[in-house]
C-alpha cells in the first residue's frame, strides 16, 4: 500500500494516493474546506522507495530514507493513517498527512 501510495503521488495521481489513505488521514486534508486531491498535491512529500517494514498486529511503521509512514489495517485493508512523519523523540511524531 505505501508503495502504491509513493508512486501515485510521484507521478501526480493525487485521486490514487487519496484512495490509498485512512478516513482519519483524508479528513485532515479536507478540514480547511478543500478537496482531498487540491490539498494533497500541494503537500511535499519526500518519494524514496520503501525500505524496512515493521507490523504489530493491526498496525504497521513503513520507513524510507527520508520518511516514516503509519497503516492500520481495516477490514478493507491497509490504509495510510500518517505521511511525512518524522520523529520529534522516541514516541511522538509529526506527520504532514494524519498521524500516528
Known amino acids: 500500500m505505501t508503495q502504491r501510495f509513493l508512486d501515485a ?22 478540514r480547511g474546506g478543500g478537496t482531498c486531491e487540491s490539498t494533497l498535491s500541494s503537500v ?19 520507513k524510507t530514507a527520508g520518511d516514516t509512514v503509519f497503516l492500520h489495517e481495516f477490514s478493507t485493508g491497509w490504509r495510510i493513517t500518517g505521511v511525512g512523519c518524522r ?3 522516541e514516541q511522538v511524531y509529526s506527520c504532514e498527512v494524519g498521524g500516528p
Not at 490514487?16 to 479528513?27: H, I, K, T
Open 44 to 62: 511535499k512529500l519526500p518519494r524514496d522507495p520503501v525500505g524496512s517494514v515493521a507490523v504489530w498486529s493491526d498496525e504497521a511503521q513503513v
Open 87 to 89: 520523529p520529534e523523540n
Open 9 to 30: 503521488f510521484g507521478a501526480g495521481d493525487t485521486a490514487a494516493a487519496c484512495g490509498a489513505l485512512a478516513p482519519r488521514a483524508r479528513d485532515s486534508l479536507t
